[in-house]
């Protein structure tokens, strides 16, 4: 597999940041980072050993130069202000926000004053993280990952892939990007012909019913956007997937290693372990608003062939040699 490289979008702003440094935040030899994330530990055991190791290629190696605690909110949402003040009170010297713009805001609202690196799949600017892409914003800047604006290009993937097959797609309703998501499929449905159904799902019982009801519309394909909850819910879209031998796509590849047929999107753990390198920037003494947001340059076609066989599909060698990485 290609190593995924990432830049930083050019522009580096000056001016008096809102940021204390990072000696200040907290009295002690060892400063303290707080991650909160919208997942859970287990879901995201790749993701934190990647921003961990940003981290310590930045110097500053868990357990040893630098303590990390962590509040998850297993993926409800609505914990994450709660969180982000505990983690402020602690204090901490510094707030990794990771899952989701929700972690990222519930940060910002917590404080104005401890740095915040936020990792997000949506639109920081539409999420109100940040005002542009080309500076941080106070005390918060940050890694984009762009996933959440890359649904027609899936969708025209599946396309070329299954050129006759309506395709069924999956919506978090409860997403902060869910609308923009909407308004993707419905644009990639004009300019492709294509036949959709739209259906939300915002918890496993409704992602049973969904699959259960593309499989009654004999729908051909189905997609399930971007979307943390989908992210950690992998194992059992595929699963489904593979009941009602639908082909499916997500937007991480863990999506395909866990028995999926297909997924495209930015490489997450990279992003992640740019993001600790962000981090061990600002703890290093870097502020936030001189630090552009990073955007990944290359996205990744993962295709599961094992998956493929099993479900009796033959995809054209002209569509595999797209393929950044095919799992056999």
Not at 126 to 144: D, E, F, P
Not at 160 to 181: K, T
Not at 251 to 267: D, P
Not at 307 to 315: E, M, V, W
């Amino acid at each position: 597999m290609k190593r995924r490289t990432f830049i930083s979008l050019l522009g580096v702003a000056f001016g008096t940041a809102l940021v204390r440094p990072v000696a200040t935040l907290a009295q002690q030899t060892r400063p303290v980072v707080g991650y909160l994330g919208s997942g859970s530990a287990e879901d995201q055991k790749n993701l934190v050993a990647a921003a961990l190791q940003g981290l310590k290629e930045a110097g500053f190696a868990a357990g040893q130069n630098v303590t990390v605690e962590f509040r998850w909110a297993d993926g409800q949402y609505e914990r994450l202000p709660a969180l982000a003040e505990e983690l402020v009170k602690l204090p901490v010297s510094l707030i990794i926000a990771a899952g989701g713009s929700d972690p990222g805001r519930a940060a910002k609202a917590a404080t104005s004053t401890i740095p915040i690196v936020f990792i997000t799949a949506a639109d920081p600017v539409k999420a109100g993280l940040v005002t542009n892409l080309n500076r941080g914003q106070g005390n918060v800047t940050g890694i984009s990952m762009i996933g959440a604006s890359l649904e027609a290009k899936r969708l025209e993937l599946l396309h070329e892939m299954l050129p006759e097959a309506s395709i069924g797609v999956m919506i978090n309703p409860g997403y902060p990007a869910a609308r923009a998501q909407a308004e993707e499929v419905e644009e990639a449905v004009k300019r492709l012909g294509l036949k959709v159904s739209v259906i939300n799902a915002s918890t496993p019982v409704e992602v049973d019913a969904a699959f259960a009801k593309f499989d009654a519309q004999k729908v051909g394909a189905v997609l399930a956007c971007n979307d943390p909850f989908f992210g950690s819910d992998r194992l059992q879209i595929a699963a489904l997937a593979s009941h009602y031998k639908l082909p499916a796509m997500s937007f991480r590849r863990e999506f395909a290693e866990a028995g999926g047929l297909v997924s495209y999107g930015a490489q997450f753990a990279e992003g992640y372990r740019q993001t600790g390198i962000y981090a061990g920037k600002v703890l290093a003494g870097a502020r936030p608003a001189d630090l552009p947001v990073m955007q990944p340059t290359k996205f990744e076609l993962v295709i599961n062939l094992k998956t493929a066989r099993a479900i009796g599909l033959a995809i054209s060698e002209a569509f595999l040699l797209r393929a950044d990485e095919i799992i056999e």
